[in-house]
């Protein structure tokens, strides 16, 4: 089966003692079922602090796996103290859970071909985009190619579009995603839809129309922060990403309180202006999102909906985090390594699987599936 990857795919190496965001904390490691069965055989290396019968002793079951029990830090117990990993040390790279021994990479099988990708929720990612001159995502084999992979394609180009910003291009093809869906509720749905919807001139007249729509950035802010808290409650009640979380709740908080309208509306306009500075790294960011979440290998358009939800979701939390980071730095310079963490933070936060991602959303909103004004009082101008 042919498998086909990303043209940065094979330049990845984990950066291991340099990661300024190791995956060996305040992360759910998931150990399989063989790694379970070998490490019920295999003793803790003498420098973990807390020794047990063996590695499955370090383990526990959570939402219907098995995986590694953080210590009180929230770090793995086999994290040594620079950084590195003691099982790989004293057994080597064969002794690791498929988890470990593959992230941040992942793999999606579906019947015709599989697809790899790399996971943003790695530093080490972040910073290959960021050196990267020119991503480039594969074509899917003809056998492979339908009218979901057509949808995929045309609205990863729409953000190759370098004249216009993230927050348009989201708006524009979340408008056609919605009409696509109802097209094929209707039954209505073909290729020539597709390209009617997609071409040059559908677009132009949608860019027009939308661009006429007064979206208030203060009605947008409020909305995110809000959002942005609610994502956050779980990982406080477990004292996950402290160090992150406290630079930014506070204000968070604060702004929900009260706020100068005319101050805020100026911030926000600065802060656009740093926001703009990454928009090539964004763009990457949003393709390799479509990429690898739009299209799951049993989806419909229903659920390339919903992944666009999240999708949208965690691009604005991102965006609302480094706002209020920036702010509380004293709306200084927004420095790439700031970028780079809380991209990696909220990635990691909205990591969910599928079926949690119906759940959330269930809970938190009215409508599984969301009006496109909703979703562009999120994302905003």
């Known amino acids: 089966m042919e498998r086909i990857?990303?043209?940065?795919?094979?330049?990845?190496?984990?950066?291991?003692?340099?990661?300024?965001?190791?995956?060996?904390?305040?992360?759910?490691?998931?150990?399989?079922?063989?790694?379970?069965?070998?490490w019920k055989k295999?003793?803790?290396?003498?420098?973990?602090?807390?020794?047990?019968?063996?590695?499955?002793?370090?383990?526990?079951?959570?939402?219907?796996?098995?995986?590694?029990?953080?210590?009180?830090?929230?770090?793995?117990?086999?994290l040594s103290e620079n950084r590195l990993c003691r099982l790989v040390s004293a057994y080597g790279d064969s002794v690791l859970s498929e988890t470990c021994t593959v992230f941040p990479r992942e793999v999606h099988r579906f019947e015709t071909h599989e697809e790899e990708v790399l996971m943003p929720c790695c530093p080490a990612v972040i910073d290959l985009w960021a050196k990267e001159e020119n991503v480039v995502f594969p074509e899917v084999p003809e056998n492979g190619r339908n009218l979901?992979?057509?949808?995929?394609?045309?609205?990863?180009?729409?953000?190759?579009?370098?004249?216009?910003?993230?927050?348009?291009?989201?708006?524009?093809?979340?408008?056609?995603?919605?009409?696509?869906?109802?097209?094929?509720?209707e039954d209505t749905l073909s290729e020539e839809r597709i390209e009617n919807y997609f071409s040059r001139e559908a677009v132009k007249e949608l860019k027009t129309a939308?661009?006429?729509?007064?979206?208030p950035f203060l009605?947008?802010?409020?909305?995110?922060?809000?959002?942005?808290?609610?994502?956050?409650?779980?990982?406080q009640k477990e004292g996950l990403y402290q160090d992150y979380l406290t630079q930014i709740l506070?204000?968070?908080?604060?702004?929900?309180?009260?706020?100068?309208?005319?101050?805020?509306?100026?911030?926000?306009?600065?802060f656009a202006k740093q926001w703009e500075k990454y928009r090539k790294l964004l763009a990457v960011f949003m393709e390799n999102e479509l990429f690898s979440d739009l299209l799951m290998p049993d989806g419909d358009l229903e659920s390339m909906v919903i992944q666009m939800q999240w999708i949208a979701m965690e691009y604005t939390?991102?965006?609302?985090?480094?706002?209020?980071?920036?702010?509380?730095?004293?709306?200084?310079?927004l420095a790439y390594e700031t970028l780079r963490d809380y991209l990696?933070?909220?990635?990691?936060?909205?990591?969910?699987?599928?079926?949690?991602?119906?759940?959330?959303?269930?809970?938190?909103?009215?409508?599984?599936?969301?009006?496109?004004?909703y979703l562009s009082l999120i994302v905003g101008k």
């Not at 939308?210 to 979206?215: E, M, Q, V, Y």
Request: glycine share 4%; net charge negative; proline share 4%.
């Open 250 to 270: 506070p204000l968070a908080e604060q702004l929900s309180e009260t706020y100068d309208a005319d101050e805020m509306e100026q911030k926000g306009q600065e």
């Open 5 to 38: 990857k990303p043209n940065y795919y094979d330049r990845f190496t984990c950066i291991a003692d340099k990661c300024p965001f190791p995956c060996c904390q305040e992360w759910k490691i998931a150990v399989d079922n063989e790694t379970n069965r070998k």
């Open 210 to 215: 939308i661009l006429a729509i007064d979206l």
């Open 148 to 185: 979901r992979t057509m949808i995929r394609e045309k609205m990863m180009e729409m953000f190759r579009n370098k004249e216009q910003s993230i927050e348009e291009t989201l708006l524009e093809s979340f408008y056609i995603l919605l009409e696509l869906y109802q097209a094929e509720q």
């Open 317 to 333: 939390m991102i965006r609302h985090s480094l706002f209020l980071k920036w702010m509380q730095d004293g709306c200084r310079d």
């Open 344 to 373: 990696v933070l909220i990635t990691r936060m909205t990591g969910y699987e599928e079926d949690d991602i119906y759940e959330y959303l269930e809970n938190s909103f009215d409508e599984l599936v969301w009006e496109w004004g």
């Open 219 to 235: 009605d947008t802010m409020d909305e995110c922060n809000e959002l942005l808290q609610d994502l956050a409650v779980n990982y």
């Open 42 to 78: 295999k003793y803790p290396p003498q420098e973990v602090k807390v020794q047990r019968k063996n590695l499955s002793a370090y383990t526990t079951k959570k939402d219907g796996g098995r995986v590694i029990r953080l210590d009180e830090e929230h770090k793995c117990p086999f």
